[in-house]
């Protein structure tokens, strides 16, 4: 599991504190984010006082703990092909860093002089990088021009030892504001202890956030470094423009050049360009050069229909891939709402090729009469292609693949406030093909009814069937039955226990009675998802009279 907490106030008048807490387990897995690095634990404080009208104080603690397994590179085919959504582990990394610091902001006139003690605590258990270390931080912003200032800092470290990660330096350099969200900085670096010691950095950036008219925004960041290695190159320039084409029709492009160079080395782990990264291995991919274009529409007809559609592809010496996507939302009638998406994709880079495009159509409709929703009902469809291929297949112009549709149909009848029936048809066919001339298919049907009857004010009883079965190349047949009471903390909260005897179980057709024996479920109602949606005064047959 993961977590994270954050807490931000003022203290006291003049005095303003704020802490964090970060923690992921080691096989923490989240496709939806990546905002977590899987076995590392982050937590720290600071508390800032102004204890002067131009002088103030910051006192700050932080602690890093890395514990688990970076993962490894994935580069073939076959890893790919194996269905692989988690990452491979790699190196084993078991590392912490502990940071205090002290320091003080004075104003001088113009000028902002800062003077900070920093103590590290560093340990690493698998090699030597460990030890502790003191350092002296001063830095000094000057304004010289109303749009140039100059910036000078210089960090010393006062103990035996230096830290085998942050070197001393002194740096030198100047910022000039050539226009409002523009900033140009030049800036010498000379490292003088530490792993870097004996080392020179000169570097020139480009930070640009600049609004050319109403609907026109340019942005970028390039950073030119030169030091002992050679000369490097990171930056990332494009545009953006909205076009309004008609009343509720508007039109997005877009444009971005990408300067990258690899990866680089953490902690947690390193980035590189490896083949592909599930899961939540992409804390490790880095940033390669190309170029990015995208076109899109976008459709507002007020509250009654919405639609979009977009265009993207990206090009560089890696590789090439294209994304096509488009989503609809819209109220056919008073009582029936649909919406539909659709996503293609292709993929290649410096290590894969020749894979087909993937594609996911998604149609549902959802039927909710607003003054009698005694009944309500949802039809489902999906359609999707995932084409692959071995290097066997490579010469032969033909590979692994797959094509599913899948049709769901549920339905909720409510005569009465004590009476609740629920119903849900499904079924899924599939076809894989290794060439035109083998294939195999599948068809998977589901089927599932639940009647529940409110016997109190706040208790019920349900009873519940399932069965699902497949023809085909493998034939199976499941049926699973449930008794289960409920009980409800409040109108939107329902808490159940019941007994499942048997299971019936899918993928796409529902997750609920996987196995049997004993379960705990909770409930919750959903309102105002939609304006007035949940919301809609209940027929008189429906509104119970309790005492």
């Known amino acids: 599991m993961a977590y994270r907490v954050t807490a931000k106030g003022e203290l006291f008048k003049g005095v303003t504190g704020d802490a964090y807490y970060r923690s992921a387990d080691a096989g923490f897995s989240n496709n939806s984010t990546v905002s977590f690095v899987p076995g590392q634990r982050r937590y720290g404080a600071q508390v800032q006082a102004k204890i002067a009208a131009k002088t103030s104080l910051k006192v700050q603690y932080d602690h890093e703990d890395n514990k688990g397994i970076a993962p490894t590179r994935l580069n073939t085919l076959d890893e790919l092909l194996n269905g692989q959504t988690e990452a491979t582990p790699g190196a084993r990394v078991d590392n912490s860093l502990s940071t205090f610091s002290v320091g003080v902001q004075q104003q001088i006139g113009k000028a902002n002089l800062n003077f900070d003690y920093l103590h590290r605590d560093r340990a690493d258990r698998l090699t030597n990088l460990g030890g502790s270390s003191d350092q002296l931080r001063t830095r000094l912003n000057l304004p010289v021009a109303r749009n140039l200032s100059l910036f000078a800092q210089n960090e010393t470290t006062i103990s035996k030892d230096a830290d085998s990660i942050v070197s001393d330096r002194n740096l030198i350099g100047l910022n000039w504001q050539t226009m409002p969200g523009m900033n140009v900085q030049l800036a010498q670096q000379f490292y003088t202890r530490g792993q870097r010691s004996g080392q020179a950095v000169t570097s020139l950036s480009v930070n640009n956030e600049y609004r050319l008219g109403p609907n026109t925004d340019l942005f970028g960041r390039y950073s030119l470094l030169k030091g002992n290695s050679g000369l490097t190159t990171q930056a990332s320039m494009g545009v953006k423009h909205s076009l309004k084409l008609t ?17 680089t080395r953490s902690a947690s782990g390193g980035q590189d360009l490896p083949a592909f990264t599930p899961g939540q291995s992409a804390a490790s991919l880095g940033l390669p050069s190309g170029d990015n274009y995208s076109v899109g529409l976008n459709y507002n007809d007020g509250d009654r229909f919405t639609a979009n559609a977009r265009y993207e592809h990206r090009f560089s010496s890696t590789g090439n891939n294209t994304v096509i996507s488009a989503g609809l939302t819209g109220k056919l009638s008073p009582a029936i709402t649909a919406l539909a998406s659709y996503q293609q994709a292709s993929a290649a880079n410096v290590r894969l090729e020749g894979l087909g495009d993937t594609a996911a159509l998604k149609v549902g409709l959802a039927y909710r009469e607003p003054q009698d929703d005694r009944f309500n009902a949802l039809l489902r469809y999906e359609y999707r292609r995932n084409p692959s291929v071995i290097p066997e297949t490579l ?26 029936f629920y119903g849900k048809f499904a079924f899924r066919s599939s076809r894989t093909y290794l060439a035109d001339d083998f294939t195999a298919s599948s068809f998977v049907t589901l089927g599932q009814a639940k009647a529940t009857y409110r016997f109190a004010k ?44 048997g299971k019936a179980r899918d993928r796409d057709l529902g997750i609920a009675r996987s196995a049997g024996g004993l379960y705990l479920g909770v409930t919750v109602k959903l309102d105002q998802l939609f304006n007035g949606f949940g919301l809609q005064k209940a027929s008189k047959a429906a509104v119970p009279t309790v005492k």
Do not use: C
């Not at 010469?395 to 406030?417: A, C, N, R, V």
């Open 247 to 263: 009343p509720g029709l508007r039109a997005d492009l877009s444009y971005e050049h990408i300067f990258g160079s690899g990866g």
């Open 395 to 420: 010469l032969i112009g033909s590979g692994t693949g797959s094509k599913e549709h899948l049709f769901g149909l549920e339905m909720i009848y409510t005569p009465d406030w004590r009476w609740e």
């Open 458 to 501: 706040r208790w019920d009883a349900a009873i519940e069937g399932r069965w699902i079965g497949q023809t085909g190349a493998a034939k199976f047949s499941e049926v699973g039955w449930a008794l289960e009471g409920g009980y409800y903390v409040s109108p939107n909260l329902r808490l159940g226990l019941g007994y499942s005897f």
